[in-house]
């Protein structure tokens, strides 16, 4: 079954440092990954998909198929970026499965 | 576009009684998903619907448990007698029928059922 793992609940960074937020999948053929975002007091949304490349509010992810594993990075962390962060695996169904979620902690 | 509604936000029910929640997708979207959320915890499928079928409920609990997405109307997750550990949040996603973001979700707001 797929499984998506986030080993970190929380993760605490001061303003301007490096954010990287961890995510490894399981499953074994064509991964289908994103990273959702939820800010406080408002729905799920989506943040970015892996097949788009693109950047979005500064953040980046890249699939590293050898390592099973979709980080979302951003070099210099804002404290609007605080947020609970979720990864998600579709593995080319329509079935979703998300991560545990981190929570992102920027402090001023 | 209104975006994905659910309704109620807030439910309470006692044990024993029968919870409904409602969802209707974003308009052109025939794809409903239903998640929940027990506290601490992430999100967790549960049923993935298409209008008037089940396609995949595999994360749905045997029992008390069933969803619809009906022709007309919205789709409703259904708890018949509703135990404590029914109590999370329950969140309903929908996607496009086709085109390059059928696999992009959107969330509602969610409803947080509260059994006492």
């Known amino acids: 079954a797929q499984r998506v793992t986030q080993p970190e609940k929380l993760l605490s960074v001061f303003k301007g440092a490096p954010v990287e937020l961890k995510c490894n999948y399981s499953?074994?053929?064509?991964?289908?990954l994103f990273w959702y975002v939820q800010y406080s007091r408002q729905r799920l949304q989506l943040l970015l998909r892996?097949?788009s490349r693109e950047s979005i509010k500064g953040f980046t992810a890249d699939l590293n198929k050898g390592e099973t594993s979709f980080h979302l990075k951003k070099p210099f962390a804002q404290e609007e970026d605080s947020a609970m962060y979720y990864c998600?695996?579709?593995?080319?169904?329509?079935?979703?499965?998300f991560g545990t979620g981190t929570k992102l902690q920027v402090i001023p | 576009n209104a975006g994905v509604m659910q309704n109620p936000r807030h439910l309470v029910r006692r044990r024993g009684q029968e919870a409904r929640l409602r969802c209707s997708p974003m308009?052109?979207?025939?794809?409903v998903y239903w998640y929940r959320q027990l506290p601490e915890e992430g999100l967790k499928f549960m049923v993935y619907?298409?209008?008037?079928?089940?396609?995949?409920e595999s994360g749905m609990p045997k029992e008390r448990f069933s969803a619809e997405f009906p022709k007309e109307g919205p789709s409703i997750l259904r708890i018949q007698q509703v135990v404590r550990g029914d109590s999370a949040a329950y969140f309903c996603?929908?996607?496009?029928?086709?085109?390059?973001?059928?696999?992009?979700?959107?969330f509602g707001p969610g409803t947080r059922l509260t059994v006492l």
């Open positions: 308009k052109g979207h025939s794809h």
């Open positions: 499953y074994s053929g064509s991964p289908e």
């Open positions: 998600a695996d579709s593995g080319g169904y329509q079935k979703v499965t």
């Open positions: 892996h097949i």
């Open positions: 619907l298409q209008k008037e079928n089940i396609i995949d």
């Open positions: 996603a929908s996607s496009p029928l086709a085109g390059d973001l059928t696999d992009t979700q959107y």
